[in-house]
């Protein structure tokens, strides 16, 4: 260990560690190199969002045209299909967010792939192999969620808050749906987010369990407040009909168990290795 003198109060020399300043040095330099890691994968990201965001600009009415179908579906043949906006700006944010919705999709996988290659690189072969599973898995279920949402559960949810139009004649007063564009975006955005979401539920518990935070154990005793919590979020997230609510409770139920089947394959393997271990210790 080196060290020298440099001149200090009341005319004494103070101690320098000059291995001191080295590793101090050494580990500003891997700091640095990770932050500008880090913000090369968010240029990336950025500028992909802006791409898709200017992509998804130019088709935003398409794209809003494609969101609006199971309410014009549900309003049947009439010919007098239609929504409204009351504010002069509302028409052009609402073509903001749908760009920016469909540039957040379009996307998500990127930065999943960003994330992944940021983390990698410091997780050991038997790590990456075990979370490598889950980067797929989570696009994959909360397109299976979206989709349930858009092609299910939104035209039965449509039909069932329309059923209570009244038309005209013999003393009735005619009641008559006028959506809003802005408020319709951000129901079914609400809902089809939602259900994405909600159906990543056996990644963030599997992710959990293989951390020992939760175990197969511990979920299969909180079944039944794992029920009453279901149905309480798919009140919160689909409109006030029960046939939405069930339609996202019984998934959101059936892939809770699924969570418990993985976390208990997990302590299984987990269990077999270290009796292994232990046998070949001995």
Not at 74 to 82: E, I, K, L
Request: aromatic letters at 10%.
């Amino acid at each position: 260990m080196s060290t020298r003198m440099i001149g200090g109060d009341n005319n004494k020399p103070d101690i320098v560690d000059d291995d001191l300043d080295d590793e101090v040095d050494a580990s500003r330099a891997p700091l640095l190199d990770h932050l500008n890691e880090l913000r090369s994968r968010l240029i990336k990201v950025i500028i992909g969002m802006m791409v898709a965001f200017g992509v998804a600009l130019f088709f935003s009415d398409q794209i809003f045209n494609i969101l609006a179908k199971p309410y014009m579906d549900a309003q049947g043949d009439d010919g007098n299909r239609r929504m409204i906006f009351t504010a002069l700006t509302e028409g052009f944010f609402v073509n903001l967010k749908v760009a920016l919705y469909g540039a957040f999709i379009v996307t998500f996988p990127l930065i999943a792939l960003q994330i992944w290659k940021f983390v990698a690189p410091g997780l050991y072969r038997n790590e990456k192999r075990a979370f490598l599973p889950f980067l797929v898995a989570t696009p994959v279920l909360f397109a299976c969620g979206a989709a349930l949402a858009y092609f299910l559960v939104i035209p039965w949810a449509w039909k069932f808050l329309l059923g209570f139009e009244q038309p005209g004649g013999a003393g009735a007063i005619e009641i008559a749906a006028e959506a809003k564009v802005s408020e319709y975006l951000s129901l079914v955005m609400q809902m089809i987010f939602g259900f994405g979401l909600a159906f990543l539920l056996p990644v963030a518990l599997t992710l959990m369990g293989k951390a020992g935070i939760v175990s197969a154990q511990g979920l299969r005793e909180r079944r039944r407040y794992m029920v009453v919590a279901t149905f309480l979020v798919a009140a919160f997230l689909t409109p006030p009909d029960p046939i939405s609510q069930i339609a996202l409770g019984i998934p959101m139920l059936l892939l809770y168990e699924l969570s418990i089947i993985l976390i208990a394959s997990t302590e299984r393997k987990r269990a077999a290795e270290e009796a292994k271990s232990d046998s070949a210790a001995d």
